[in-house]
């Protein structure tokens, strides 16, 4: 069974899609979409040789190699322009690395900047919304949830036509979940205040205090206090 985050991010696939799934490790997001006839095709990506293996058993298990493609490469550099892929999604890692991912895939050409986009940062979700913002494009769905004891954020985006505006607190909360404010977004917008409280307390007490790491650090308490109080 897919777990309840995959299945979110699969929620945000349309019917029909050519995707490619990047750091796909099992395939079982492609897998579970190819299964179910909702998507025509995928590339599942991966970047390291054990998960790679994994998703070419799984994908040769549940019989799907005619609708996947397990290909070895770094982030969309498995993706060529005859493939057509129109939907990427991107779970599982850190906001960062998402974004450079992203990155470097328009710098290489591999992605035209139509494609729909559906990424699950584990962390660093403001570094995302951000790319996003920067490059045009318009988060049209966000959701959140707690798997496990860990709460994960999955973000869907869409070329903008026109230039995209985010504020500082829409990046960080997420336009849609700050709106919302759903009680899982309650619960880890009070766990960062006491992390972020406690690091401050810290970096104060050191010897050589950074003010640009202080200030950073007041002005997220101060609008996660705004935001969850
Ligand atoms: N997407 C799956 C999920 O959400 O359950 C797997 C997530 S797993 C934690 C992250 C995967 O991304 C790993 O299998 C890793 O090898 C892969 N990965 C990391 N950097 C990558 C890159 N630059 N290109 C392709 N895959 C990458």
Redesign the pocket.
């Given at each position: 069974n897919l777990s309840k985050r995959?299945e979110q991010v699969a929620d945000y696939v349309e019917k029909g899609a050519r995707l490619a799934d990047?750091?796909?490790?099992h395939a079982y997001?492609p897998c579970y979409l190819a299964e179910k006839e909702e998507i025509e095709y995928a590339i599942a990506?991966?970047?390291?040789d054990g998960?790679f293996q994994n998703a070419v058993k799984e994908v040769k298990y549940k019989g799907l190699t005619d609708k996947i493609d397990v290909r070895l490469g770094?982030?969309l550099m498995v993706v060529n322009a005859e493939d057509q892929i129109d939907t990427i999604t991107i779970?599982?890692?850190g906001g960062a690395?998402i974004r450079s991912?992203l990155e470097k895939g328009q710098a290489e050409d591999k992605i035209t900047g139509s494609e729909m986009l559906i990424l699950?940062p584990n962390v660093f979700e403001e570094t995302v919304r951000c790319f996003l913002m920067d490059n045009q494009y318009e988060i049209t769905a966000e959701s959140i949830l707690e798997e496990n004891d860990k709460i994960y954020e999955i973000i869907k985006a869409v070329p903008a036509e026109a230039p995209v505006h985010y504020s500082k607190k829409e990046c960080l909360f997420g336009p849609f979940l700050g709106r919302e404010k759903s009680d899982v977004f309650k619960e880890k917008w009070a766990q960062q205040l006491k992390t972020d409280q406690f690091i401050l307390g810290q970096i104060e007490k050191s010897k050589d205090p950074d003010p640009k790491r202080i200030a950073d650090l007041k002005e997220e308490i101060t609008l996660i206090k705004e935001m969850i109080t």
């Open positions: 995959l990047i750091g796909s490790d997001l990506g991966e970047v390291v998960p770094d982030g779970a599982g890692m690395l991912i699950q």
